[in-house]
């Protein structure tokens, strides 16, 4: 029991330490680009948004975080002899893995309920928080602010009144049945009423190639749900459903035909990503014990590979494969945690009998 306690210690602190180290490197690039999403936005909406990206950026960096514990830990363990006296001592290894196994489990569930159940809705909620911030910001434009960005729709000014900008030049995305134009404008009034934005132009003209033809004072109405893919379609489709809500629509065949295999092979990523810290269990315990000559930093680096090519393997590869329908979905969501895991196996095997 006192060895059981005093690895789950280490680990928990190792896990805990990377994670959060990991969040503190993220804040300032997620910052950065939470602003761009914005448009510019004040700092309150931006501490609003921030929670959001990074409650799900959860279920990457927890895994991550726990490989490099592991890593740590019994690299420390094999590192300072710890291990060979835990071996001397009649100790089997599996027996010594039981803490990691338990921290493993624990960072399983948490997962699990994130995957299944927060994720899904989070994605929208994402979307949802963009449009009132949007909505938010052209009612009270921040003070010198003459460039504003919404999806596919841009506008930038050399000066402006108010929600007045002078000598303008904008870009309207397709709508209503009207192409996508870049429009020049002497002037430009913004006016918002819930999700629609209204745009009215003077003297404005289109501007294509060399082309440049007058268009007198046209009035643009731009609707936000449309643009930011908020509208009640998108809140209803079944991307941003929880697992036993996607199961339903799948089994009630409410899932278009073109997408119920990716919708499966969803579902079972889902599963896949909880069982993540499992997997790196493997991978981390016996990369830590069989590195104990090289550097700690050595070890933690070639855990990070592992984290890499595995996320690039299971979220681009399968990913991809499974959305062109290419394989079966269990085959495309399990292949590589499959092969992971007979990889963790055979290192442990291994590193076990070293």
């Given at each position: 029991m006192t060895l059981f306690v005093y690895i789950l210690r280490q680990l928990a602190f190792g896990v805990v330490l990377a994670v959060f180290g990991m969040f503190f490197i993220a804040i300032p690039g997620v910052a950065v680009s939470a602003l761009h999403k914005l448009g510019?936005?004040?700092?309150?909406?931006?501490?609003?948004?921030?929670?959001?990206?990074?409650?799900?950026?959860?279920?990457?960096?927890?895994?991550?975080?726990?490989?490099?514990?592991?890593?740590?830990?019994?690299?420390?363990?094999?590192a300072d002899s710890e291990w060979t006296a835990i071996r001397m001592a009649g100790t089997h290894p599996w027996r010594a893995m039981?803490?990691?196994?338990?921290?493993?489990?624990?960072?399983?569930?948490?997962?699990?309920?994130?995957?299944?159940?927060?994720?899904?809705?989070?994605?929208?909620?994402?979307?949802?928080?963009?449009?009132?911030?949007?909505?938010?910001?052209?009612?009270?434009?921040?003070?010198?602010?003459?460039?504003?960005?919404?999806?596919?729709?841009?506008?930038?000014?050399?000066?402006?009144?108010?929600?007045?900008?002078?000598?303008?030049?904008?870009?309207?995305?397709?709508?209503?049945?009207?192409?996508?134009?870049?429009?020049?404008?002497?002037?430009?009034?913004?006016?918002?009423?819930?999700?629609?934005?209204?745009?009215?132009?003077?003297?404005?003209?289109?501007?294509y190639g060399t082309a440049d033809t007058t268009i007198g004072e046209p009035t643009f109405v731009l609707d936000l749900?449309?643009?930011?893919?908020?509208?009640?379609?998108?809140?209803?489709?079944w991307r941003y459903q929880a697992t036993p809500e996607l199961r339903r629509l799948i089994a009630a065949g409410k899932v278009p035909e073109k997408d119920?295999?990716?919708?499966?092979?969803?579902?079972?990523?889902?599963?896949?990503?909880?069982?993540?810290?499992?997997?790196?269990?493997?991978?981390?315990?016996?990369?830590?014990?069989?590195?104990?000559?090289?550097?700690?930093?050595?070890?933690?680096?070639?855990?990070?590979?592992?984290a890499l090519v595995y996320y690039i393997l299971s979220m681009r590869i399968s990913k991809s494969l499974a959305q062109e329908g290419a394989v079966h979905e269990y085959l495309a969501a399990w292949t590589v945690p499959a092969l992971v895991a007979v990889a963790g196996l055979v290192l442990c095997r291994r590193a076990f009998r070293q």
């Open positions: 510019g936005s004040g700092l309150g909406l931006l501490l609003g948004y921030l929670p959001i990206v990074l409650l799900d950026l959860v279920p990457y960096l927890l895994p991550i975080g726990f490989l490099l514990a592991v890593t740590a830990t019994y690299g420390r363990l094999a039981a803490p990691a196994a338990c921290v493993a489990l624990a960072c399983s569930g948490l997962l699990g309920v994130l995957a299944h159940h927060v994720s899904p809705e989070l994605s929208l909620r994402k979307r949802e928080y963009l449009k009132e911030s949007v909505v938010e910001a052209f009612k009270d434009l921040a003070p010198g602010q003459t460039e504003l960005s919404i999806g596919q729709f841009y506008l930038n000014a050399p000066f402006r009144e108010k929600n007045t900008f002078y000598e303008a030049l904008i870009h309207v995305p397709a709508g209503d049945g009207r192409p996508d134009r870049t429009i020049l404008a002497d002037t430009v009034h913004i006016s918002v009423a819930g999700s629609k934005v209204t745009i009215r132009l003077t003297h404005a003209r289109t501007v749900d449309e643009l930011l893919d908020t509208d009640r379609k998108v809140k209803n489709s119920v295999t990716y919708a499966k092979y969803e579902i079972q990523s889902r599963w896949a990503l909880g069982l993540t810290p499992v997997l790196f269990l493997l991978l981390g315990m016996s990369t830590g014990l069989l590195m104990k000559s090289s550097t700690q930093l050595a070890a933690l680096a070639v855990s990070v590979g592992y």
